[in-house]
């Protein structure tokens, strides 16, 4: 019995582990994404528009520089940022911070850079 009881644990730990790590998967792709339509052009409020809705996964832009980067004339930078929470709980985020669920939360930074078109 014992035996079995420990293999059950084990179990529910290695599925419970595989979830997180299909969240923090989906929270990167959602910010991925994000960039590359900034790098496409549009605007950091039309890509929070568009963007699907991600639950448990807040996405920001903010820095928003434009000169030179590297000896390279114009070209916009900006920090697109993710917040998430890496347990897939039934959660939501409201004023500043989660609501239900876990507080457990990460974030992800990245810098975008595109061609100022502008």
Known sequence: M???????????????????NVRISQAINHQEQAARLYQLGLSPATITNIMPPEPGVALTFKNATNGAIGGIAGMDRIVCEVIFQPNPTASSWSEGHWVGGTTDTRTNSMVVVRPSIR
Request: charged share 5%; aromatic share 0%; proline share 0%.
């Open 2 to 20: 014992m035996a079995i009881a420990a293999v059950t644990a084990m179990a529910l730990m290695t599925v419970g582990q595989q979830e997180t």
